[in-house]
T-cell receptor, first 114, second 113 residues
């Protein structure tokens, strides 16, 4: 199957700082990537859809100025959590959409904000 | 709204017993996908079903897509400890002009060895 990498796998930061998470499709081109957030023992919550070369589409209730998404190439999307606070601590997972409309997920980034 | 419901939420079985999780959509789906997430891991794509009434097998896993393309099931025969994890179904939906994947709540499978 298609491979998606995510970096970093985990990060601990102080409240008020910004954190950037990278998502790369390694063996396919992903014109569309998705960013999810997952709380413990819960399902995946879609945050935003990242489209190469255009602005991301955010789900209702997700602050676009808080979660900045950039999809500058067909293999890279980045999510920046700006001015992070403890309530932003979560597991963030990206996925790349393949030509067969299936999504392949990255390994996730566990963010802890102190 | 457009929802994908999955039951049960939790299932605990003895190793060797069978396991089934069910997925129901409020609307007809063009396809349904199944993912497995191990504890501490990320969702891994298992399979995609496209045709009405389709049945696919992967070793001890059997996936079915309903005739109306609104429900699906995943059945595991003779579970093993390696089957532990949360199984999610997901259906694509056009939402606000964009295709997105709507996930069920997941079924967490735990196994007593």
């Amino acid at each position: 199957g298609a491979v998606v990498s995510q970096h970093p796998s985990w990060v601990i930061c102080k409240s008020g700082t910004s954190v950037k998470i990278e998502c790369r499709s390694l063996d396919f081109q992903a014109t569309t990537m998705f960013w999810y957030r997952q709380f413990p023992k819960q399902s995946l919550m879609l945050m935003a859809t990242s489209n190469e070369g255009s602005k991301a589409t955010y789900e209702q209730g997700v602050e676009k100025d808080k979660f900045l998404i950039n999809h500058a190439s067909l293999t890279l999307s980045t999510l920046t959590v700006t001015s992070a606070h403890p309530e932003d601590s979560s597991f963030y997972i990206c996925s790349g959409l393949t030509s067969t409309d299936t999504q392949y997920f990255g390994p996730g980034t566990r963010l802890t904000v102190l | 709204g457009q929802q994908v419901m999955q039951i049960p939420q939790y299932q605990h079985v003895q190793e060797g017993e069978d396991f089934t999780t069910y997925c129901n959509s409020s609307t007809t789906l063009s396809n349904i996908q199944w993912y497995k997430q191990r504890p501490g891991g990320h969702p891994v794509f298992l399979i995609q079903l496209v045709k009405s009434g389709e049945v696919k097998k992967q070793k001890r896993l059997t996936f079915q897509f309903g005739e109306a393309k609104k429900n699906s099931s995943l059945h595991i025969t003779a579970t093993q400890t390696t089957d532990v994890g949360t199984y999610f179904c997901a259906g694509p939906r056009m939402i606000q002009g964009a295709q997105k994947l709507v996930f069920g709540q997941g079924t967490r499978l735990t196994i007593n060895p």
